[in-house]
């Protein structure tokens, strides 16, 4: 790999050519730096892109999953999330004269 010693120079570019991110940068260190350490901001972008529809997903299936939950217990044709209560008639609410009683 050749590096130049001195500053970027100026020079006619072809028609059809696009530089990289890189190029864009004067002195040579930051150039490895941004070549070699960093990602550019089409990567970032897509990496956002994927993320945001990733989370999207997620969302979607939660969203079903509780639509499936509430038609499965108003409809009762399945197993839904329910616990039998103790009636408040066998209750005991009288004062006790003693906590383990």
Same mark, same amino acid.
């Given at each position: 790999m050749y590096f130049s010693s001195g500053p970027a120079e100026l020079?006619?570019?072809?028609?059809?050519?696009?530089?990289?991110? !890189?190029?864009y940068h004067e002195h040579p260190i930051t150039r490895f730096?941004?070549?070699?350490?960093?990602t550019? !901001?089409?990567?970032?972008?897509?990496k956002m892109c994927a993320k945001i529809a990733l989370e999207t997903e997620k969302m979607e299936w939660r969203q079903k999953q509780k639509m499936v939950n509430y038609l499965?217990?108003?409809?009762g044709d399945g197993l839904y999330y329910y616990i039998p209560m103790?009636?408040?008639e066998v209750i005991d609410y009288s004062p006790k004269s003693d906590p383990d009683q």
């Open positions: 020079s006619e570019i072809p028609e059809d050519y696009e530089p990289e991110e !890189y190029e730096i941004v070549r070699h350490m960093t550019d !901001y089409q990567e970032n972008y897509e499965m217990q108003e409809r103790t009636p408040t």
